[in-house]
Structures are given as structure tokens and as C-alpha cells.
T-cell receptor, first 112, second 112 residues
């Protein structure tokens, strides 16, 4: 089955700096890679996703890059703001089109 | 515009006393998922349905069961809750694997 590893587990950045979170996956058949943001006491919400036919996707301050050869994908947040503080989870399908396996999460703190 | 609704939001039960958590959706999604999330951990998949086709994760405890009587509703039954079952239970829906999952607000279960 799929194994998704996420690093780092905690990350502190100064407001305005960039933050990068990385995930690796094991199943080369995986084809969908979402990132979810979970604020304290709230539900996870999708912030960006990427499919295996593209290498990068950007939405305002958030971008995701995918390296299929190396089997890793990364979340990039630029110009961080205090409201970006949350736990971020990457995920990948267990195999092909199957339910997601979540990484263990990264707690991001943006210090004003 | 609630899309995935969970009731109750907070549930307190006694050790060994059965409890049922409910989830409903207005998205008409084919797939529904139940996750267990403990503090500072990733959501852990318990069950999922493709329409009425039920799928149980291999490590889901036997005292957890689920029902999906129709497209809109799904229930999680915990037959004999133990202290270790205290957690946030998240319901999610999707139009299929490989698409965005929409999470409900969760039910926080306390076992006394």
C-alpha cells in the first residue's frame, strides 16, 4: 500500500517569509496529490491539488510542485501571513484511484 | 450553505455504551468516508462507500460499523466504545477517488 511521508512536522516562519513542506510517496501509480489545511478545531479543507500530468500548479500565494521520477511533491506558501498558521496535510491515493492516505501533518506557525 | 453535516457536534458516552454518529450531504456525491482523527494526528480512514458498496479498512476495530441507507446519509456505529475511541470523527464526501474530499465539521466523541 501507499506510504506518504511528510516533513517537517513543525515549521515556524516570520511573517512575509516563504514556507515549504515536502511529501514523498511510494506508489508510482498514484496520480492525484492534494494538500489540506486544518485550522485548530476545524475541518480539513482542500487548498490546492495537482495531478500527475503536470509538474506545477499555482494559486495566488500557494503553489504545489510534483516530481514523479523522485516521487515527491511540495507545498510552497509565499508571503506568509498569520492566518496561514494551521496544520497542513499532504495526501496520495493508496493505489491509483483509491482513497487517500494522509501524511502525518506539518504544524505551521507564522510569527508576526 | 452546509454541504456535509454531522450530528451531533459533541457526543459524550459511557464506556461500553453504544453510540451512533450521523452524516448527511447535499452534494449528491457517490463516495462517503468516515475518518477518525486523534489530537495532532492525521485523519485515519475507517470505512468508505462507493454508492452502496461498503469498504472496510483492514485495521478498523470490529466494534466500529457503518450504514449508508441512501445517497445522502451515512452512520457510524460504535458498539462498545472504549477510552481509546475518544476522538474527532470526520465524515467526508467526494464524487470519486481522485477528486476533492469535502469534510464535515466533525463529531467530537468523549468516552467517560
Amino acid at each position: 500500500g501507499e506510504n506518504v511521508e511528510q516533513h517537517p512536522s513543525t515549521l515556524s516562519v516570520q511573517e512575509g517569509d516563504s514556507a515549504v513542506i515536502k511529501c514523498t510517496y511510494s506508489d508510482s501509480a498514484s496520480n492525484y496529490f492534494p494538500w489540506y489545511k486544518q485550522e485548530l478545531g476545524k475541518r480539513p479543507q482542500l487548498i490546492i491539488d495537482i495531478r500527475s500530468n503536470v509538474g506545477e500548479k499555482k494559486d495566488q500565494r500557494i503553489a504545489v510542485t510534483l516530481n514523479k521520477t523522485a516521487k515527491h511533491f511540495s507545498l510552497h506558501i509565499t508571503e506568509t501571513q498569520p492566518e496561514d498558521s494551521a496544520v497542513y496535510f499532504c495526501a496520495a491515493p493508496n493505489s491509483g484511484n483509491t482513497p487517500l492516505v494522509f501524511g502525518k501533518g506539518t504544524r505551521l506557525s507564522v510569527i508576526a | 450553505d452546509a454541504m456535509v453535516i454531522q450530528n451531533p457536534r459533541y457526543q459524550v458516552t459511557q464506556f461500553g455504551k453504544p453510540v451512533t454518529l450521523s452524516c448527511s450531504q447535499t452534494l449528491n456525491h457517490n463516495v462517503m468516508y468516515w475518518y477518525q482523527q486523534k489530537s495532532s494526528q492525521a485523519p485515519k480512514l475507517l470505512f468508505h462507500y462507493y454508492d452502496k458498496d461498503f469498504n472496510n479498512e483492514a485495521d478498523t476495530p470490529d466494534n466500529f460499523q457503518s450504514r449508508r441507507p441512501n445517497t445522502s446519509f451515512c452512520f457510524l456505529d460504535i458498539r462498545s466504545p472504549g477510552l481509546g475511541d475518544a476522538a474527532m470523527y470526520l465524515c467526508a464526501t467526494s464524487r470519486g477517488d481522485g477528486y476533492e474530499q469535502y469534510f464535515g465539521p466533525g463529531t467530537r466523541l468523549t468516552v467517560t
